[in-house]
Nanobody
Framework: QVQLVESGGGLVQAGGSLRLSCVAS????????MGWFRQAPGKERELVGS????????YYTGSVQGRFTIARDNAKNTVYLQMNSLKPEDTAVYYC???????????????WGQGTQVTVSS
């Protein structure tokens, strides 16, 4: 089992920044690729981005490319999502998740955090 706990969400004005953190406990964190997902009201959960086991490779969905950055610190069992130039359409609950390999299929992620709310005001 891997337990994931997100933090860092909140209310921010458009154009602002937030950094989300996701701390893992349980099994070896570095064995898992990590993904950040988000779900807005009335919409399906979508992949924001993912990072490989040692952080050598990242992927971002097109709407956040160039604005969001995923990083991980395996020594701290933590993955981060730095969000810059936030837009109202980024408003959602953000989740971190762990998978055997990075992918966009949420069904392939074994472990999930409880989510943290990000609200961007216009």
């Amino acid at each position: 089992q891997v337990q994931l706990v997100e933090s860092g969400g909140g209310l921010v004005q458009a154009g602002g920044s937030l950094r989300l953190s996701c701390v893992a406990s349980g099994r070896t964190f570095s064995n898992y690729a990590m993904g950040w997902f988000r779900q807005a009201p009335g919409k399906e959960r979508e992949l924001v981005g993912s990072i490989t086991w040692r952080g050598a490779s990242t992927y971002y969905t097109g709407s956040v490319q160039g604005r969001f950055t995923i990083a991980r610190d395996n020594a701290k069992n933590t993955v981060y999502l730095q969000m810059n130039s936030l837009k109202p359409e980024d408003t959602a609950v953000y989740y971190c998740a762990a998978a055997d390999k990075p992918n966009s299929d949420s069904g392939l992620y074994h472990y999930w955090g409880q989510g943290t709310q990000v609200t961007v005001s216009s």
